[in-house]
């Protein structure tokens, strides 16, 4: 099947190709827009917006990888993204990372097998007079503890059914 | 010293956020007054201000306007919004608290220096926050604040909001313009500098959030008073950051020249648990660490480099007694060694090698001569690097090693961390 953008995505961008002077700089907005609607980045989604945007497919390739928000595989419905850098780590990161990876059963990087959630270490979320922190999905969750990520959890598995 | 809050004026005033709070508050009688001033004479007022650049490098601003040559033609305008020096937390909190702020800086910088157009450069991660300073830049449009002939002046400029995608690389500037140009982010070779040659090869001015958040304070003020809060060729008010052990972390606002031992005992509270201190990175992590008895020092970007490191982006992590120092080494070089862009050899090599020997050493797996070559391996890395990342890795492993030695030996000794504690 041909892949297509849907109409309001096509409309939206239509208007970013009007923010740039250089029709390519719509290239990163392009493969968010891509990745909202198809999930995540195949070599046809990336074949699409190459189209659309009017770039060689091979540099929307070189571009999308190069970038780690870009996902080349499908993740989790609720992508958990701990913080692992020094400020989180002073305030107890590493346990809240144990008490994730015992509670879903997966370690960093997995994915459950019902689909529900990735599991992942990030860096520096620039929440660090807050920390630890993580994020679930485009959402800050700041001061966090081991009880409230139990309970963080709990919530989305019920909200997820 | 007591705290101001004159950037953080969220502290005090409601409903900033908003455009209609935003002008309660007396928002755009900056903007109303550069539009009346000669470009010349704005820049002359950054200048007087002696404002550093709060994204790091501490660049004086109103120099850095006056380097774009004079022409026609489009010219922009990029606020750095990245905020990816691990330990800072600063741009967050202006842009999610007083976005038209920004937008009024950004206008006056515009007018200041004839840009056209600007982007905000605003790290994926801040998608939320992003959504919400799209519909504030929505707003400042309609009220006549953006866009064609701001404000009847007939003066026109546009931003844009422009999400990145996870690459700290690109917080540095040439890397950024070449994401914002919709390409891998891989510093270019300087020069041509951006305010010659910058996005899309146009003369550009980069500025990081919270420089273009001052900008219209000190048109209000006047560049001499904004100076006079601040020290000797560095002044002004700026946001001040503590995370870590201490007890009250958080956001804190001072005139350059705050006294760090002062700002973590006093303002922040002091050592969580009443611990002993062991050390603080007072600007980000690509800062030297100081030792305790280093920190009875103005927070300028002068007298900091005499200290031996730098004020760096003014976000300082607090370390306590009992903290494996080989644990906090090793977690920034692998952000370094993630976050290399790969396109220079000794960055590259260097801080992946320098991670995995500080691995080895944590693990207990590394031998004594091992700490020498770390150093070397470091010294070898500086300036033989396109930009600066490559310094920004070797500096703090070199001042890890040199002032903790006898924790890395300690390790290597013990086959692990002795203390248990990492
Ligand atoms: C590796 C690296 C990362 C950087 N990250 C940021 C950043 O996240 N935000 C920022 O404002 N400046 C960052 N900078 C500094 C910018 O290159 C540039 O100096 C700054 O945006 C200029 O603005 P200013 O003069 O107003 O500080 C970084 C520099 C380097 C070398
Ligand atoms: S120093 Fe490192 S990050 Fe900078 S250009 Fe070279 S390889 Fe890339
Ligand atoms: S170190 Fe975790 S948010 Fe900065």
Redesign the pocket.
Known sequence: MQLAFSADNEARIGRLLAEYPDPKACLLPALYIAQEQFGYLTHEVMELVAERIGLPPGEVLSTATFYSMFKKRPTGKYHIQVCGNVSCFLKGSDRLMAALEKMLGIRDGETTEDGLFTLSTVQCLAACGTAPALQVNDTYHEEMTPEKVVALVNRLREEGR | MAQTNLLARWREKKDLAKLDGYKLAGGFRALRKALIMKPADIISEMKKATI????????P?GM?WSFVPPGEGPRYLVI??????PG?FK?RALLSEDPFRIIEGAVIAARAVGLTAGYLYV?GEFFEIAQRFEKAIADARKGGYLGKNILGSGFSFDLFVHLGAGA?????????LESLEGKPGR?RLKPPFPAVKGAFARPTV???????AAVPMILEMGGDAFHALGVQGDGGVRLFGLSGHVNRPGLYEFPVGKNLRELIFEDGGGIVGGKALKGVIPGGS?TPILLPGEIDVAMTCDSMRNAGTMLG?GCATVIAEGTCIVQVALRVARFYAH?SCGQCTPCREGCAWMAATIERIEKGTAELRELDLLLEMARNIKGRTI???GE?AAMPIEAFVTKFRDEFEAHIRAGGCPSHVG
């Open positions: 550093r650049g709060r994204g790091g490098a501490g660049f601003a850095k750095n919004a990245d905020e990816g020096e800072t741009d790290r700290y690389i690109c917080g540095e500037e040439t890397a950024l510093p980069i500025n990081n959030v919270e420089t273009i690509s982006t976050e930009c600066p990342l920004a």
